[in-house]
């Protein structure tokens, strides 16, 4: 793993550099994981677009008083379980804003009206429904947690995660994306990286690039999760994800980091991280996203066959077949995996026993998904 000093520096390579750098990653990628490229069949449930934060680059949120404000129903959530269910989900993700109820009236009067005072307590609630009542696995993407938060989640969620985005406190700022957004506070983000990693649970994580930091910033915040990881061994995967810019956010003429920038900072994840830890980026996110491939990621993420990503709406899902040529062409294998990495299934306490028997039935020897949705697409389509 590269240094900190000696990944600052990458900033300032230039394009002989950058390639040796790609191919140095893409080597660390294959010696670890193979010539496997993996992603998450899942299906999504925005369990409420209200939340305490507004960043400069969101679309999701929605303050109370607007008409796409709203908390799912537990029906509505079910409806959206059973779609993914027929359709050969095996995760269903809850995404959802960040403690409303804690800065608007309106949000607490929602939430009591469906009998809960703590939009986490309905979270824990909704994820035990979607145990009951279908075969998915929850995985909770609930922002910043507490202790007590995610003891009351991880006997009901398979995992969990939150962006640490990054550890700028510049952007904080008056005129920043994080100016006002309480847990946003990079101390906020890595106290949660840390209580995640005490108590035991299989976590996803990542940066946000391009919304201001700056590239030393960028280093900074990978070191941090890999800090975290080297002393608690949770972080199953790291996400880089870029900023796109759209219509009716705060940041709508912000510059987009562009394909350079990503694959620099790709290859840079990879030096920088254990091994062990997965490297995603987002397909949808990026026309040319078969090249991320030549940076080191072994994992696509989550993509679904039923709902839309609600944080970038305007990105559709690629299609499987597509990936799938996308990694033939470089000599890899598409694969499906569950919201849990081999290796937490098989770890002692990182998974609430039920959940990890329920688990350990969708997977096959190797540990990802027993039924693979691309080699059903690929034979309806001979």
């Keep these: 793993m590269v240094s900190v000093r000696e990944a600052v520096a990458f900033g300032e390579a230039g394009e002989s550099l950058r390639r040796e750098l790609a191919r140095q990653a893409s080597a660390i990628r294959s010696a670890h994981w193979g010539d496997t490229v993996t992603y998450s069949r ?4 925005p369990l409420t677009t209200m939340c305490r934060d507004t960043c400069g680059y969101c679309t999701f949120v929605k303050h109370p008083d607007d008409t796409g404000a709203y908390i ?5 959530v079910l409806a959206t379980a059973r779609k993914g269910e027929e359709t050969g989900c095996k995760e269903l993700l809850f995404s959802l804003g960040e403690k409303p109820e804690q800065r608007y009236e ?3 009067e929602a939430l009591a009206k469906l009998g809960y005072t703590s939009m986490i307590d309905y979270l824990a609630a ?4 979607v145990l009951e009542e279908t075969s998915l696995l929850p995985h909770v993407n609930a922002g910043t947690l507490t202790d007590h938060e995610i003891e009351t989640l991880k006997p009901v969620s398979a995992s ?8 700028s406190n510049r952007l904080m700022q008056p005129g920043m994306p994080h100016h006002q957004c309480p847990d946003k506070t990079p101390k906020a983000r890595l106290r949660t990286l840390k209580t995640a990693g005490r108590n035991k649970v299989p976590f996803t994580t ?13 280093v900074e915040a990978l070191a941090a999760i890999n800090e975290a990881h080297q002393r608690y061994g949770h972080i199953q995967e790291v996400i880089i994800q870029n900023f796109r810019a759209k219509p009716g956010i705060a940041m709508a003429d912000h510059p987009e980091p562009t394909l350079d920038d990503m694959l620099l900072t790709l290859a840079t994840a990879r030096l920088m991280l254990d091994p062990s830890i997965s490297l995603q980026a987002p397909p949808n996110l990026s026309a040319r996203h078969a090249v991320y491939l030549d940076a080191g990621i072994n994992d696509w993420g989550g993509i679904s066959p039923v709902t839309r990503d609600f944080i970038n709406p305007e990105r559709p899902w690629p299609q499987l077949d597509g990936l799938a040529k996308a990694c033939a062409d470089k000599g890899l294998t598409l694969q499906e995996r569950l919201t849990v990495y081999p290796a937490y299934l098989q770890a002692d306490g990182f998974v609430a ?8 039935a969708m997977t096959r020897q190797d540990g990802l998904a027993a039924s693979q949705a691309l080699e059903q697409v690929l034979e309806g389509a001979a």
């Design 42 to 45: 899942k299906v999504f449930a």
């Design 72 to 76: 799912m129903t537990p029906d509505q």
């Design 106 to 108: 309106k949000a607490a």
């Design 126 to 129: 909704m994820c035990a429904l």
């Design 160 to 167: 969990m995660g939150m962006m640490l985005e990054t550890v």
């Design 206 to 218: 990542g940066l946000l690039i391009g919304i201001g930091e700056t590239w030393a910033e960028r």
């Design 353 to 360: 026993s039920p959940i990890a028997a329920r688990a350990q």
